[in-house]
């Protein structure tokens, strides 16, 4: 069995930071590829930012320069760092890990952007 247990988020005034965490335990191979997702109210799911398995890293174009995802392949996390946020930023996030037989999403971590 797989878990994704995301952790940071949070409250934060507009220009501030936070980090995203993720880590997956379980019976995990030959991982395709980790990112974000973020999901506000009343809009659909998002993607935010993947970083796949040797590969380069992909941003939506709303956070290109402001956030950077990046892994750690030992410990099967994947991090998300949120600069200059913005109250757009506000939604639901979830990490997500793909492979070849499987599509697993963490429990979501509410990011709120506001004065």
């Known amino acids: 069995q797989v878990q994704l247990v995301q952790s940071g988020g949070g409250l934060v005034q507009p220009g501030g930071s936070l980090k995203l965490s993720c880590a997956a335990s379980?019976?995990?191979?030959?991982?395709?590829?980790m990112g974000w997702y973020r999901q506000a109210p009343g809009k659909q799911r998002e993607l935010v930012a993947t970083?796949?398995?040797?590969?380069?890293?992909n941003y939506a174009d709303s956070v290109k320069g402001r956030f950077t995802i990046s892994r750690d392949n030992a410990k099967n996390t994947v991090y998300l760092q949120m600069n200059s946020l913005k109250p757009e930023d506000t939604a639901v996030y979830y990490c997500?890990?793909?492979?070849?037989?499987?599509?697993?999403w963490g429990q979501g971590t509410q990011v709120t952007v506001s004065s």
């Open positions: 970083i796949p398995n040797g590969g380069s890293t």
């Open positions: 379980g019976s995990i191979f030959n991982i395709y590829a």
């Open positions: 997500r890990l793909v492979g070849p037989v499987y599509d697993y």
